[in-house]
């Protein structure tokens, strides 16, 4: 008989002991890593996503001449507005077009359908002379804005949760601060539930907001 060196059986479940500590480790350790990327990559496209919607609306809003949604004094789920047309009572040119020919007339639309924010927009074609002029060309705002379906255009952020008072985001009521005619209030919130999506409670709610008053135009009167 030859003489073999090897493990003992005290040697072998030591070592198999080991071996599954640090496996189970490891498994941990990939599991919170890959939790926390998740979490973070919701958070920061939730948060972005809430962050353009808001620049949207401002860079567009802050250069409007004309806007039919909200009402003064009122609130609620829709914005629309027009740049370069004319929003003067009578007996001026109520819907006149361009105000200026230097740039195009354009109309904008947000909306909501089910929890998501979608814009639309389209341009307002030179159909007559620009606003002063023997005949101008007049705009009709209950016509003017061709929004078939609201979930038919540029969908902006996804599980909106209004916060102004009624389920509102924009508003022009004294009650939420405004104050001036020609001022809106834009209140933006995204909430992406860990429970609503099926998620364990290892995971965490993301809740991302901004809000602002933006003022536009006011060389017309109101």
């Known amino acids: ?36 990327m998740f979490q973070n990559y919701r958070r920061n496209i939730i948060k972005t996503n809430v962050l353009l919607s808001m620049r949207s609306i401002q860079s567009r809003l802050s250069v409007a001449t004309r806007v039919d ?3 003064p004094n009122t609130a609620g789920q829709f914005l629309a507005f027009a740049i370069n047309v004319d929003q003067g009572l009578p007996p001026s040119y ?14 904008h639309y947000y909306c909501i359908s089910g929890t998501s924010l979608y814009y639309h927009t389209g341009a307002i074609g030179n159909s007559g002379n620009p606003c002063g002029g023997p005949a101008p060309a007049v705009w009709n705002p209950g016509t003017g804005y061709n929004v078939p379906s609201c979930a038919a255009g540029t969908l902006l952020m996804e599980s909106v949760v209004p916060t102004l008072p009624g389920g509102n985001l924009f508003s022009r ?12 209030r834009v209140a933006l919130r995204s909430v992406w539930s860990a429970s609503g999506r ?9 809740d991302s907001s901004l809000d602002s008053v933006v003022r536009f135009n006011s060389s017309k009167r109101y």
């Open 1 to 36: 008989m030859k003489y073999r060196k090897g493990f003992t059986l005290a040697e072998l479940v030591l070592s198999i002991f080991i071996f599954s500590f640090i496996a189970t480790s490891m498994a941990t350790i990939f599991s919170t890593a890959n939790r926390h």
């Open 198 to 206: 099926g998620f364990g409670a290892n995971q965490r709610d993301v």
């Open 173 to 184: 009521r004294p009650s939420d601060g405004i104050n001036a005619a020609d001022a809106v």
């Open 69 to 71: 949604l909200p009402l």
């Open 94 to 107: 109520q819907g006149c077009y361009p105000i200026t020919t230097a740039a195009p007339a354009s109309w």
